[in-house]
Structures are given as C-alpha cells and as structure tokens.
C-alpha cells in the first residue's frame, strides 16, 4: 500500500490549503480514509474521515472549516481547508484503515503552516 499526500504550504490566517493524498495498491473501497495531524510537541489527532459509503466525520476542531471528500475510482481523498487558523499549523497524513481488519497504513505527511 502507497499513500502519496501532497498539497501542504505556508497560507496566512484565514486562507485556505487543499490537500490530496493519492492511494495505491489496496483496494480502496475496504479502506476508511482519514487525515490526521501533528503539530511539534504534540500527539497526532485524528482530523476527519470518510467511508467509501460516504459518512463523514469530523473533529470538532474543524467542523464547518474543513471539508473531507473521496474519489472512490481515482482512488483519491482530499481535504479542503478553509478558514485556516494558526492552530492549524501541522504535519497532516493520510491514514488508510481496512474497514474489518482495522490495519492502517499511514502516508509520509505533508506540512502545513498558516502564519498570523
């Protein structure tokens, strides 16, 4: 499995970043797809996921700020980042999670910093 995220940056305070994370070699549909972060000092959080059902769900960190979709044929996940906050500043991955087994396969990250 090959999770390939991309689209991080440096925006100012209440821009807005579009991140995409590309995945390969799974089958995609057994997969709940997931962005977490990381900020430095802290533990990774999760930050929203989506089913290839289509349920949604977010943290309440970034309800009505963030938007997560998935392209279930180009086997793609993306999170839409609106409003961005300072806080907001992390390392956000990609997680891929098999829906029975619950083994997770995790992308190498992309940096996002939103600068006051």
């Known amino acids: 499995v090959q999770l390939q995220a991309s689209g991080g940056g440096l925006v100012q305070a209440g821009g807005s970043l579009r991140l995409s994370c590309a995945a390969s070699r799974l089958f995609f549909n057994n997969y709940r797809m997931a962005w977490y972060r990381q900020a430095p000092g802290n533990t990774r959080e999760l930050v929203a996921y989506?089913?290839?059902?289509?349920?949604?769900n977010y943290a309440d960190f970034v309800k009505g700020r963030f938007t997560i979709s998935r392209d279930n044929v180009k086997n793609m996940v993306y999170l839409q980042m609106n409003s961005l906050k300072p806080d907001d500043t992390a390392v956000y991955y990609c997680n891929a999670e098999h829906i029975t087994s619950r083994f997770d396969y995790w992308g190498q990250g992309t940096e996002v910093t939103v600068s006051s």
């Open positions: 989506a089913t290839s059902g289509g349920r949604t």
